[in-house]
Protein backbone atom coordinates (compact mmCIF):
# COMPACT_ATOMS: atom_id res chain seq x y z
CA UNK A 1 0.00 0.00 0.00
CA UNK A 2 0.82 3.62 -0.60
CA UNK A 3 2.39 6.29 2.35
CA UNK A 4 -0.25 7.44 3.35
CA UNK A 5 -0.51 11.14 5.16
CA UNK A 6 -0.82 10.91 9.22
CA UNK A 7 -4.04 13.35 8.48
CA UNK A 8 -5.10 11.44 5.70
CA UNK A 9 -5.06 8.32 7.95
CA UNK A 10 -7.25 10.29 10.39
CA UNK A 11 -10.24 10.94 8.47
CA UNK A 12 -10.20 7.19 7.00
CA UNK A 13 -10.24 6.30 10.54
CA UNK A 14 -13.37 8.65 11.02
CA UNK A 15 -15.27 7.44 8.42
CA UNK A 16 -14.33 3.56 9.48
CA UNK A 17 -15.89 4.39 12.88
CA UNK A 18 -18.89 6.17 11.70
CA UNK A 19 -19.91 3.36 9.59
CA UNK A 20 -19.11 1.15 12.19
CA UNK A 21 -20.78 2.94 14.97
CA UNK A 22 -24.63 3.55 13.02
CA UNK A 23 -23.82 -0.03 11.33
CA UNK A 24 -24.52 1.71 8.06
CA UNK A 25 -23.97 0.77 4.27
CA UNK A 26 -21.12 3.70 4.09
CA UNK A 27 -19.16 6.12 6.18
CA UNK A 28 -17.31 9.02 5.14
CA UNK A 29 -15.22 12.30 6.37
CA UNK A 30 -13.61 15.13 4.83
CA UNK A 31 -11.53 17.63 5.93
CA UNK A 32 -11.70 21.30 5.30
CA UNK A 33 -9.17 24.12 4.15
CA UNK A 34 -8.05 24.50 8.07
CA UNK A 35 -8.20 21.05 9.17
CA UNK A 36 -11.51 20.60 10.38
CA UNK A 37 -12.54 17.25 10.08
CA UNK A 38 -16.68 15.85 9.30
CA UNK A 39 -17.62 12.55 9.44
CA UNK A 40 -21.17 11.13 8.66
CA UNK A 41 -22.87 7.90 7.09
CA UNK A 42 -25.42 7.38 4.37
CA UNK A 43 -28.55 8.88 5.29
CA UNK A 44 -32.03 6.42 3.87
CA UNK A 45 -35.21 7.95 4.89
CA UNK A 46 -38.16 8.25 2.78
CA UNK A 47 -38.16 11.83 2.10
CA UNK A 48 -34.48 12.41 2.23
CA UNK A 49 -31.62 10.12 0.52
CA UNK A 50 -27.69 11.31 0.96
CA UNK A 51 -24.61 9.43 0.21
CA UNK A 52 -22.06 9.11 3.43
CA UNK A 53 -20.11 11.97 1.22
CA UNK A 54 -22.57 14.10 0.52
CA UNK A 55 -23.52 14.21 3.97
CA UNK A 56 -19.75 14.85 5.53
CA UNK A 57 -19.38 17.99 2.61
CA UNK A 58 -22.94 19.09 3.56
CA UNK A 59 -22.10 19.48 7.21
CA UNK A 60 -19.04 20.83 6.54
CA UNK A 61 -20.03 23.22 3.96
CA UNK A 62 -22.96 24.08 6.63
CA UNK A 63 -19.64 24.25 9.13
CA UNK A 64 -18.45 27.15 6.88
CA UNK A 65 -15.91 25.51 5.31
CA UNK A 66 -15.28 27.06 1.33
CA UNK A 67 -12.89 24.37 0.32
CA UNK A 68 -11.99 20.57 1.50
CA UNK A 69 -8.37 19.22 1.64
CA UNK A 70 -9.38 15.78 1.51
CA UNK A 71 -12.23 12.92 1.37
CA UNK A 72 -12.34 9.46 2.63
CA UNK A 73 -15.17 7.25 1.72
CA UNK A 74 -15.57 3.59 3.51
CA UNK A 75 -17.61 1.50 1.94
CA UNK A 76 -18.22 -2.76 1.50
CA UNK A 77 -20.39 -1.83 -1.86
CA UNK A 78 -19.22 -0.02 -5.26
CA UNK A 79 -18.07 3.80 -4.91
CA UNK A 80 -17.72 6.26 -5.07
CA UNK A 81 -21.06 7.43 -7.23
CA UNK A 82 -20.13 10.34 -10.19
CA UNK A 83 -22.25 12.38 -7.80
CA UNK A 84 -19.36 11.74 -4.59
CA UNK A 85 -16.82 12.27 -7.06
CA UNK A 86 -18.20 15.64 -8.47
CA UNK A 87 -18.95 17.15 -4.77
CA UNK A 88 -15.47 16.57 -3.68
CA UNK A 89 -14.13 18.41 -6.67
CA UNK A 90 -16.35 20.69 -6.95
CA UNK A 91 -14.54 22.16 -3.57
CA UNK A 92 -10.94 21.44 -4.69
CA UNK A 93 -10.22 18.62 -2.55
CA UNK A 94 -6.88 16.99 -4.11
CA UNK A 95 -7.03 13.64 -2.53
CA UNK A 96 -10.16 11.24 -2.34
CA UNK A 97 -9.76 7.83 -0.55
CA UNK A 98 -11.59 4.81 -0.98
CA UNK A 99 -11.50 2.02 1.38
CA UNK A 100 -13.27 -1.45 2.35
CA UNK A 101 -15.02 -1.06 6.04
CA UNK A 102 -11.13 -3.13 7.06
CA UNK A 103 -9.29 0.64 6.07
CA UNK A 104 -7.43 -0.84 3.13
CA UNK A 105 -7.61 1.30 0.65
CA UNK A 106 -8.78 0.71 -3.10
CA UNK A 107 -6.79 1.70 -6.34
Do not use: C, H, W
Request: aromatic share 4%; hydrophobic share 50%.
Amino acid sequence: MAFVDPEDSKIITLARSARARNEAREGAAVRDETGRTYAATNVELAALRLSAVQAAVAMAVSGGARSLEAAALVTSGEGPSAEDRAVVEELGAKAFFVADPAGTLRD
